[in-house]
């Protein structure tokens, strides 16, 4: 599921693959998220993750933005 329980809110999303070989011997995968929000109220959600396995680095940034939308989800409907 995931975030397409979440689609009512966002526009767009931009997803940013890339290494980083300056802070380890072995390049860490960073992973980059900013999903565009329907709103003029909302501001763009941004997240990012870095890691050494590139899918997993994508996923456990999946998860973080999921809960940044849950939760933001959560405060527009308490606040019409």
């Given at each position: 599921?995931?975030?397409?329980?979440?689609?009512?809110?966002?526009?767009?999303?931009?997803?940013?693959?890339?290494?980083?070989?300056?802070?380890?011997?072995?390049?860490?995968?960073?992973?980059?998220?900013t999903l565009?929000?329907?709103?003029?109220?909302?501001?763009?959600?941004?997240?990012?993750?870095?890691?050494?396995?590139?899918?997993?680095?994508?996923?456990?940034?999946?998860?973080?933005?999921?809960?940044?939308?849950?939760?933001?989800?959560?405060?527009?409907?308490?606040?019409?």
């Amino acid at each position: 599921m995931g975030l397409s329980e979440h689609f009512d809110l966002i526009s767009a999303a931009e997803v940013e693959f890339d290494r980083d070989v300056k802070k380890s011997q072995e390049p860490l995968h960073v992973v980059k998220v900013t999903l565009h929000l329907v709103g003029h109220r909302l501001r763009d959600l941004r997240a990012s993750e870095t890691g050494r396995d590139q899918l997993a680095t994508f996923d456990l940034l999946m998860e973080k933005i999921d809960g940044e939308v849950t939760r933001l989800k959560e405060r527009v409907r308490a606040h019409p």
